[in-house]
């Protein structure tokens, strides 16, 4: 459940708020090198924020930078970089009311997702618990506390999962 938290954490940082961030474009692959490479600081660049409306990129390699600007061009996120002799800007206008309630819903359903990803282990769990009941290994008792458990567990991963969500929820809709 923990993985899922994370998974989530991550996804909803690629979500657009009023700042630029790092993590808009950390999983952008680009083309490079004869193959695909993640655009994250530690494999072709530097990525920073210079100002809340512009990402800066500063590629390790000073002649891949047509290749970098390219790859975000082609991956069709709306961003437009440009070259600035060895980095690439990329600019992001302030979000309009429709984007943020467009971003909302985006977010909205990215949490839903999660929930529904642990509930799912949740039932995997249930689904043990009362197999191990059926085939004698545990007695009614404790098929009653491991699904407590179980249930207790999974409402304190999708308790985070809202933590997350709320924390989001608030910079989008932070002018």
Not at 130 to 135: A, D, N
């Amino acid at each position: 459940m923990q993985q899922v938290v994370d998974l989530i954490s991550s996804d909803i940082a690629s979500i657009r708020t009023g700042r630029a961030t790092p993590a808009l474009v950390e999983g952008l692959e680009v083309a490079v090198y004869g193959g695909t490479q993640n655009l994250k600081i530690v494999e072709l660049s530097t990525i920073s924020s210079s100002d809340p409306q512009t990402l800066v990129i500063d590629p390790w390699d000073k002649s891949i930078i047509g290749e970098i600007r390219q790859g975000i061009l082609a991956a069709n996120v709306g961003m437009n970089p440009s070259i600035d002799g060895e980095i690439l800007r990329i600019a992001f206008p302030p979000l309009t009311t429709e984007d943020r309630e467009k971003y909302t819903k985006l977010l909205a359903t990215k949490l839903e997702n999660g929930r529904v990803m642990v509930r799912q282990i949740r039932g995997e769990a249930m689904h043990e618990i009362k197999k191990k009941f059926e085939e004698k290994e545990t007695s009614e008792d404790e098929k009653f506390a491991s699904e407590k458990k179980a249930q207790e567990i999974t409402d304190e991963y999708i308790g985070k999962i809202e933590e997350i969500g709320e924390k989001k929820r608030k910079e989008l809709l932070t002018l």
